[in-house]
């Protein structure tokens, strides 16, 4: 999904997953999300990562230093202080300027998030998604994709970073230091610490037309933080701390929500965690920190090199792919291109697979991704069309997708229309049957 708010650069900590695999294996089973995959995993539940939303230079009046909850009492900020130290020294990174964590309880985070997506949030580009993913069948009719990820952040969130304000926040309903406190914020000094270092702007993690791209880096930042914070957890987090946190990992009500969310919602929440791990551990195993910092200078492109680490390693660039302009037929007549974007191999994984609760078999079938443009058209009268072009890296790559395709398209219920040459595949879907000639003029 593409980051159309600019907070695409904003990361939370998500309570959907808690506590990551871990990287190394030292705790717990890895789990799913993307932390890399939703949140690194896994097994320790309580809190995980996920990318955010929002990025407002000011915290809501109410929230912050303003709130019950506020700065940690000097005690407390000795704690932090000391975790500080301990993630500096783990990561091998140099805090430059003081991060003083902001504790706030839920209500203020989810005032925080509010104020933040009325402030920051590209309105008319979330508009235009969600229709997009309504015509691809992704989302049900009459959804709105901003509200119904900002109520999936709100319902999620445990802490965040906003690299505009440099504010980091934690959620603290009693307002103290406990296990999860410190493990989330051990994840969210980590972004804190890339920030300072490497600047999080450079990557642009924020631009409408390349969601793909934003992904696989909002993965690279997640997954740098949640290898760090399970190596932290693993050294000074006791037995008693982990089982605590466990059973703080989020209410069954937490669950039930992300449960219910479409699957396009609910493992964009978690890819960058699970998946993200999983790209950024194969790094660290084969170069250390030093090789984690030098993916800042040359980021990963795609999901596909997130997905496939040695494609990364190899320096396989995904293919520059554009959409048609809008048919000469229906110029003038009050045809636009609403929209285009990269979709990518993760979430053309997720289409494949419908609206089914695991991606495993769109996974499969894109697995030799090597590049692809959606393009949203919209007339007159509410009609419209959507032109995805594709270009698979083997022949039996294409042959793979178009096979899953062959499938899916006759349960979405829409005019469809596919056409293959090589490697490439176009697939659309339109409002009407009249209208698949025009912008699949192929064969078949």
Not at 228 to 241: E, F, G, H, Q, V
Not at 401 to 429: H, I, K, M, Y
Request: glycine content about 10%; overall charge negative; aromatic content about 6%.
């Amino acid at each position: 999904m593409s980051r159309s708010r600019s907070v695409g650069a904003l990361l939370l900590v998500l309570a959907l997953a808690a506590a990551c695999s871990p990287p190394v294996g030292r705790f717990g089973p890895a789990g799913s999300a993307n932390l890399g995959s939703p949140a690194p995993g896994s097994s320790v539940p309580g809190s995980s990562p996920v990318p955010g939303s929002a990025s407002p230079s000011a915290v809501p009046s109410g929230s912050a230093a303003s709130s019950p909850a506020g700065s940690p009492n000097p005690a407390d900020q000795a704690i932090y202080a000391q975790i500080e130290a301990q993630v500096e020294a783990i990561r091998g990174l140099r805090s430059t300027r003081p991060v003083t964590p902001v504790l706030l309880d839920s209500a203020q985070i989810a005032s925080w998030l509010a104020k933040a997506n009325a402030e920051q949030t590209n309105h008319q580009a979330l508009a235009d998604e969600s229709r997009l993913f309504i015509d691809m069948g992704m989302l049900p009719a009459g959804s709105s994709l901003e509200q119904m990820q900002t109520a999936l952040d709100s319902s999620q969130v445990v802490g965040l970073y906003d690299p505009v304000s440099k504010g980091l926040y934690v959620l603290s309903d009693s307002g103290g230091v406990g296990p999860s406190a410190k493990f989330i914020f051990s994840h969210e000094f980590t972004h804190a610490l890339q920030d300072q270092n490497f600047g999080l702007a450079k990557l642009a993690t924020d631009t409408p037309d390349q969601g793909d791209r934003d992904v696989a880096r909002t993965a690279l930042l997640e997954g740098d933080a949640t290898l760090l914070m399970t190596l932290w957890a693993s050294k000074y987090l006791s037995l008693a701390d982990l089982v605590a946190i466990a059973n703080q990992s989020g209410s069954a009500a937490q669950q039930k929500q992300l449960d219910a969310a479409p699957p396009i919602l609910r493992q964009g929440l978690t890819f960058p965690y699970t998946a993200g791990l999983t790209f950024v551990q194969s790094v660290y195993q084969s170069g250390g920190w030093a090789a984690v910092n030098r993916l800042y200078a040359n980021p990963p492109t795609s999901t596909s090199q997130i997905i496939h680490p040695e494609l990364y390693a190899q320096g396989v660039e995904p293919v520059a792919v554009s959409v048609p302009v809008v048919p000469t037929s229906l110029s003038g007549s009050g045809w636009k291109l609403t929209m285009q974007d990269t979709l990518g191999e993760f979430q053309l994984g997720i289409w494949l697979d419908g609206l089914k609760s695991t991606n495993s078999g769109g996974a499969d079938a894109v697995a030799e991704w090597g590049g692809d443009r959606v393009g949203l058209y919209e007339g007159p009268n509410g009609q419209w069309a959507v032109v995805l072009r594709t270009v698979w890296r083997s022949a039996s790559g294409a042959g793979a997708f178009d096979s899953a395709v062959g499938t899916l398209l006759p349960q979405l219920g829409s005019p469809s229309r596919t056409c293959a040459s090589g490697n490439q595949e176009l697939v659309a879907l339109a409002s009407s049957q009249e209208l698949l000639p025009l912008f699949a003029p192929c064969a078949g």
